[in-house]
């Protein structure tokens, strides 16, 4: 397992990212690396007058807002009363359970996560970047207040009192969803030792939806592009009253300290299951898949007609959703009896870029909720065959491997994850009778969360 705190390199971010507005404005782009290096030597300088005094700021009438809600932060936050801070260590004397969920999930390595990192660090550590991914005014070292002529990569800004770097590695946290106003947000009023301020909107998808669904194209070869929101809305579950927090956060008991039960919410926040630092690797797809064999049976020697149907049955969305790395990879393979891979197959669901000159989608063979994919398979059957499973194995990938080496990326870095295996036992001509008749149900294995299901 890594150690997200052996992954320190933010922190040698904030001294040079304080004044990229004056290190960057006046000089071409391939020359920002070295500067920004430069930039660390002289932090304590820059940290106590943010602007060196040959470089002033420029004038007030070209420095414009902010406009769009990704450049803005949320706060800066208090603690409410009767609270030291607004980390989530607060929250986890009372809230053991909720706390340990949420330790585990992707939201608490939203920040430390080395792909993350990896990528920013690329990017010459964005101001945008942290926005979605540790989104309170308190995570940030620098607040910023305008762009030079609009320009993202001129920003301009102060230095934050209110920063805490211990907050900055809990990514999204307990008070990026339960803090505003020096209030505890919850879904609605309990009797509790802390302040309750009910609030609809941030308990409910809507809140989720604000940073999963964004189209932010940085330059010719850094997009951000999730349309989770989008892609949900299109579906019938809105109507239904279906919603992110249904399947993301499922419900769960809840006991107080003194034995009393109540709802509460799952807060591990699982997707497709790929495993992060604390998360137990426990792939789940939102595929359904139906194995259609002619139960007829088949003569050994001769070619098996296997039809196979893949559904986006189970996901909100578009499998995959979001990062547009992500792909679910579906293998088909024909089993002897002894387990022997006598054929096999794949296919492949997700979107592919290229990134150079300009970031492009060349092909998406994402599926859509309620889509289904039909596969005729003609597999061949060796003659004398007496035993024989068609298997197919879904497998979620975080991405391949050419990127993560690209991003210089650990090995140990997870990046794949069994969903499920499902085995149908193939009826053979002839063979039956010699293996004493067996009974054709079909066997299912490490099936976890949504499972596949069987017609045929
Ligand atoms: C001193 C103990 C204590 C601390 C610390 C504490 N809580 Fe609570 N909280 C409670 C109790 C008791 C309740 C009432 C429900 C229950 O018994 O669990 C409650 C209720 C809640 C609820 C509403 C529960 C519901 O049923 O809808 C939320 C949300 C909540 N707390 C969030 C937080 C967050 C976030 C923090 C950290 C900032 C926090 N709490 C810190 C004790 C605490
Ligand atoms: C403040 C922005 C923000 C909010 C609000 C938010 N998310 Fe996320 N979420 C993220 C980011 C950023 C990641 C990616 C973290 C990573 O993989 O490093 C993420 C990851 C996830 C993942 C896991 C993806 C994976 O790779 O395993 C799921 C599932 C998820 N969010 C669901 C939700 C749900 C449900 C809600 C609403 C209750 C929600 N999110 C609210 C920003 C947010
Ligand atoms: C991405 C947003 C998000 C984050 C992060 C988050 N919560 Fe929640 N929390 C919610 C939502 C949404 C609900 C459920 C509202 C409802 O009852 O439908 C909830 C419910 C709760 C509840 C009451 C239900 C239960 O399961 O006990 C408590 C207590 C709570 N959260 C504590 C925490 C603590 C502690 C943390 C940090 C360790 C945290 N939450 C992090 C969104 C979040
Ligand atoms: C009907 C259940 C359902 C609903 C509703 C739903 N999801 Fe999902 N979601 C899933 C399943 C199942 C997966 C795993 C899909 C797969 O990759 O096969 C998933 C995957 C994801 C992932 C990708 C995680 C990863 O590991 O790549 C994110 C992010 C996510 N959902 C966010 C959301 C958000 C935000 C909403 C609301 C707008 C939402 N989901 C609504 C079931 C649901
Ligand atoms: C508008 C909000 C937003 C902004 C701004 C943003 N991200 Fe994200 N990012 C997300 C969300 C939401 C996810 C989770 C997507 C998912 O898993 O489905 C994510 C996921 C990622 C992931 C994948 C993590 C994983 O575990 O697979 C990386 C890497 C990433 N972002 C890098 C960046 C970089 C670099 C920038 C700045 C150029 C950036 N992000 C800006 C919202 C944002």
């Given at each position: 397992m890594l150690d997200p705190g052996s992954l320190g390199e933010h922190h040698a971010w904030t001294p040079a990212q304080v004044c990229s507005y004056s290190h960057t404005s006046h000089v071409s782009a391939k020359f920002r690396a070295v500067i920004g290096v430069a930039a660390i030597g002289i932090a304590a300088a820059a940290l106590l007058s943010c602007r060196p005094a040959s470089q002033p700021r420029p004038p007030a009438d070209r420095i414009k807002p902010l406009t769009n809600y990704w450049e803005k932060l949320i706060g800066p936050l208090a603690p409410p009363d009767g609270f030291d801070t607004i980390r989530s260590r607060e929250c986890a004397e009372c809230h053991p359970d909720a706390y340990e969920e949420w330790r585990t999930s992707a939201h608490a390595y939203s920040f430390?996560?080395?792909?993350?990192?990896?990528?920013?660090?690329?990017?010459?550590?964005?101001?945008?970047?942290?926005?979605?991914?540790?989104p309170l005014a308190n995570q940030q070292y620098r607040l910023i207040t305008g762009l030079v002529d609009s320009d993202f990569r001129q920003p301009v800004g102060d230095i934050n009192p209110s920063y805490d770097s211990e907050l900055l590695d809990e990514g999204i946290n307990c008070a990026t969803c339960h803090i505003r106003d020096r209030k505890v947000i919850a879904k609605q009023k309990v009797a509790a030792p802390h302040s309750i301020q009910v609030d609809d909107h941030l308990m409910s998808h809507e809140w989720c939806i604000y940073c999963h669904n964004a189209k932010v194209v940085y330059g010719p070869v850094r997009i951000?592009?999730?349309?989770?929101?989008?892609?949900?809305?299109?579906?019938?579950?809105?109507?239904?009253?279906?919603?992110?927090?249904?399947?993301?956060?499922?419900?769960?008991?809840?006991?107080?300290?003194?034995?009393?039960?109540?709802?509460?919410?799952?807060?591990?926040?699982?997707?497709?299951?790929?495993?992060?630092?604390?998360?137990?690797?426990?792939?789940?797809?939102?595929?359904?898949?139906?194995?259609?064999?002619?139960?007829?049976?088949?003569?050994?020697?001769?070619?098996?007609?296997?039809?196979?149907?893949?559904?986006?049955?189970?996901?909100?969305?578009?499998?995959?959703?979001?990062?547009?790395e992500r792909f679910a990879l579906v293998h088909f393979r024909l089993l002897d009896g002894g387990g022997k891979v006598l054929w096999k197959d794949e296919r492949r669901y997700g979107e592919e870029w290229e990134w150079w000159p300009k970031a492009r989608m060349v092909q998406d063979t994402s599926?859509?909720?309620?889509?289904?994919?039909?596969?005729?398979?003609?597999?061949?059957?060796?003659?004398?065959?007496?035993?024989?499973?068609?298997?197919?194995?879904?497998?979620?990938?975080?991405?391949?491997?050419?990127?993560?080496?690209?991003?210089?990326?650990?090995?140990?870095?997870?990046?794949?994850?069994?969903?499920?295996?499902?085995?149908?036992?193939?009826?053979?001509?002839?063979?039956?009778?010699?293996?004493?008749?067996?009974?054709?149900?079909?066997?299912?294995?490490?099936?976890?969360?949504?499972?596949?299901?069987?017609?045929?």
């Open positions: 430390s996560d080395p792909q993350f990192q990896a990528e920013w660090r690329k990017d010459k550590h964005l101001w945008l970047c942290p926005n979605c991914h540790a951000c592009y999730f349309e989770t929101g989008d892609e949900y809305r299109k579906t019938e579950l809105p109507a239904k009253g279906v919603h992110c927090l249904d399947c993301h956060m499922p419900e769960t008991t809840r006991y107080t300290s003194s034995g009393e039960s109540r709802r509460g919410r799952l807060h591990n926040f699982l997707g497709a299951g790929i495993p992060k630092f604390a998360m137990e690797a426990s792939g789940r797809s939102g595929l359904g898949v139906e194995v259609k064999a002619d139960p007829g049976g088949y003569r050994p020697g001769q070619k098996a007609k296997i039809t196979v149907v893949v559904t986006n049955r189970f996901a909100g969305h578009t499998i995959p959703t979001g990062d547009i599926i859509r909720r309620g889509e289904s994919r039909t596969y005729d398979f003609e597999v061949p059957l060796p003659p004398g065959l007496e035993e024989a499973s068609f298997e197919v194995t879904v497998e979620q990938h975080r991405m391949i491997e050419k990127n993560r080496d690209a991003n210089k990326m650990h090995h140990s870095y997870p990046m794949k994850v069994e969903a499920w295996t499902y085995s149908v036992p193939l009826p053979l001509k002839g063979a039956a009778a010699r293996r004493g008749g067996k009974d054709d149900t079909s066997r299912r294995r490490a099936t976890r969360g949504a499972g596949p299901s069987m017609d045929g």
